[in-house]
């Protein structure tokens, strides 16, 4: 077991870029999140996926956010044409539902500057 | 609507002191609370949950957090700070059952004096 990984750690886009951000969560387990943290606030929920099922969206996912997490295993979260409020950091977690406690373990995180 | 307050946004304590980092939750049944730690460069580490049962909790490196139902409070104390416990405190809930969607206060900054 060696926790939830994500990649890359810090990435420097231009506005416009497409960028995009993986998450390898703990193996086995069946539940995982993507949060978003701006700097001297707490981290955000964005969406999550159950196996390879996304059953929930925030409103702070606007369209031109996608994540899938194809066979119910790693995940990515795409940002399109990014702007200059996208600047965050942007968190991974997952978590065993239905056999744990069901909490969530994070990811170092990915941090991304849009110039 | 539900969310997590933390009044203080910066505290700082000399080496040995006694710590209390308030959390105050708004949310209409009992939730799932829980205190995170992160340090610069490293990613949220649980400290604490409070699912319900023995309203004081206990936590990994000296922490404890007590559960008051009658303040909507979750406070966080340690009573000896070593210099190491400085970070970035989070309090977050969920709803619980099978919906372990967090979330978060904005955070409180430890800062630890020598």
């Known amino acids: 077991d060696t926790g939830v990984s994500q990649n890359p750690r810090h990435k420097i886009t231009k506005r416009g870029q497409n960028v995009t951000f993986r998450c390898d969560p703990i193996?086995?387990?069946?539940?995982l999140y993507w949060y978003r943290q701006t700097l001297g606030q707490g981290p955000e929920f964005l969406t999550y996926?159950?196996?390879?099922?996304?059953?929930?969206k925030s409103r702070l996912l606007s369209d031109r956010f996608s994540a899938e997490r194809p066979k119910g295993s790693f995940s990515t979260l795409e940002i399109q044409r990014t702007e200059q409020g996208d600047s965050a950091m942007y968190l991974c977690?997952?978590?065993?539902?239905?056999?744990?406690?069901?909490?969530?373990?994070f990811g170092e995180g990915s941090r991304l500057t849009v110039l | 609507a539900q969310s997590v307050t933390q009044p203080d946004i910066h505290i700082t304590v000399s080496e040995g002191a006694s710590l209390e980092l308030r959390c105050n939750y708004s949310y209409g049944a009992t939730p799932y609370l829980f205190w995170y730690v992160q340090s610069p460069g490293q990613g949220l580490q649980l400290l604490l949950k409070?699912?319900?049962?023995?309203?004081l909790v206990q936590g990994i490196k000296g922490f404890e957090a007590e559960f008051k139902r009658s303040q909507s409070s979750f406070n966080l104390r340690k009573p000896s700070v070593h210099w190491s416990d400085a970070a970035e405190y989070f309090c977050?809930?969920?709803?619980?059952?099978?919906?372990?969607?967090?979330?978060f206060g904005k955070g409180t900054l430890l800062t630890v004096n020598p």
């Open positions: 409070y699912f319900s049962g023995d309203t």
């Open positions: 977050a809930f969920c709803q619980g059952g099978s919906n372990y969607k967090l979330t």
């Open positions: 996926f159950q196996n390879e099922a996304q059953l929930e």
């Open positions: 977690a997952s978590s065993l539902v239905g056999q744990g406690t069901g909490e969530l373990f």
């Open positions: 193996s086995e387990h069946n539940r």
